[in-house]
DNA sequence: GTCTATATACAGATAGAC
DNA sequence: GTCTATCTGTATATAGAC
């Protein structure tokens, strides 16, 4: 048996492996619905040597959880800084989280369904997180309202709705659908668009066929 | 100790609590996360006697679920029917799943995450009252692209994105924020019209401010 | 690093007295 | 309609041999 032995690139850690099989059943049947005897059994591994892997339940969960928010934080925070426009920043910051929901499904699914299962400093984590990168799009909003470019009242209510809008495409995109996953990311980013009103120096509105925009998968942690 | 006795119209009766308390926990620690004991306790009964007011835990998650979903399909249904303007029947569509999201937050919350919880005939009932809700969402988006209202290449993907923003006001709303219920449906039901980029005649954008609408709270099942 | 065996707590649900 | 007592299975986690 292969442990820790170098060997081709894309071969698979057990680690990997219990970590990848564990973000499946959480995503299918909860956190809670999930044993410590599935999760063995879904890494092909006894529960004995599952806790060779991990520390326990909860922290498993925490790193998926931390795993999944901490590059989107990062590329949001990055696009934000590079781009000046904020139409190109919003329009970027909804493409790539929509490409991450689309491509990562399941580990979004149980980052987004699984908070309540944490308490205490795990909770606090995860929270500090997710907040920090909900305040990426709060000022993404909010500063194209405050260049004129976007219309909106409430620019806090704005950049949740879109961010919760966005996020649910973990719960059903399909490789398979009616949209590719780059079309998927302009339809996004299109709506967004329409939804802050997003309007020209002349007032006509302003869609994303007129931005120039990096890749949706650009910006990798 | 009172039981099914006539009292005053607002007294709760021992079934209405245990339902509600079952949602406050539901929501706060998921189904899984909720024990029978924890039913119990904060019903003020005992196991069995929590026993006495329901089948069993599965049941009375189906229960809260289709007491959700069932009027808010009712209503919309409803509107779709009443409203020849498909760009006011989308806008009081929203506007009343917004209403009821913020209303009814927790029973939302509870719909919205649980539905892994179920297996079988269970979920089979509750998926299909789901997908025949979403599906009047769907003919709403359709019905404004085939009038040259709206302006989107994917009605079904618009549909449930819009559906998912709106979802998604039961896990924030506070009465105590800055928007009140009514600005808060109007907002969202604009935003949805912007996404949508709906246009009047003329080719300008068509704005929620445009529109005579019912209360949103209009259609109640 | 992997196993067998097991500790301890809690899950959902029920029996049967009153 | 409510209770005490309890059944049976499963939960998370660990001990200690190999």
Redesign the interface.
């Known amino acids: 048996m292969r442990t820790q032995k170098a060997g081709k690139a894309n071969d698979e850690t057990t680690r990997q492996r219990v970590v990848r099989s564990a973000i499946e059943r959480f995503a ?6 999930t044993g410590i005897r599935d999760l063995a059994e879904a890494a092909g591994l006894t529960t004995s040597t599952l806790y060779h892997y991990m520390a326990n339940k909860d922290d498993l969960l925490v790193e998926i959880m931390e795993s999944a928010i901490a590059p989107l934080k990062r590329a949001a925070e990055q696009i934000l800084e590079t781009h000046p426009d904020p139409a190109v920043a919003l329009a970027s910051i909804v493409e790539h989280h929509v490409w991450a929901h689309a491509s990562d499904r399941l580990a979004c699914i149980v980052t987004d ?1 699984e908070v ?2 944490l308490s205490g400093e795990r909770l606090d984590r995860v929270m500090a997180l997710r907040d920090a990168y909900e305040g990426v799009w709060k000022r993404a909003v909010a500063a194209g309202i405050s260049a004129g470019i976007f219309h ?3 620019p ?3 950049a ?3 961010l ?2 966005a ?2 495409v973990s ?2 995109f399909s490789p398979s659908g ?2 590719k996953l780059d ?2 990311c302009r ?2 980013s299109d ?2 668009l ?4 997003a309007r020209k120096p002349d007032g006509s ?1 302003l869609e994303r066929a007129d931005l120039e925009l990096p890749a949706p998968n650009h910006y990798l942690g």
Do not use: C, I, N
């Open positions: 299918d049947k909860g956190f809670h619905g369904t309540r299962a909106a009242d409430a806090g209510v704005a949740r709705a879109l919760q809008m996020t649910g719960h059903w009616s949209l079309e998927l339809f996004y709506g967004a329409g939804f802050l009103k509105a």
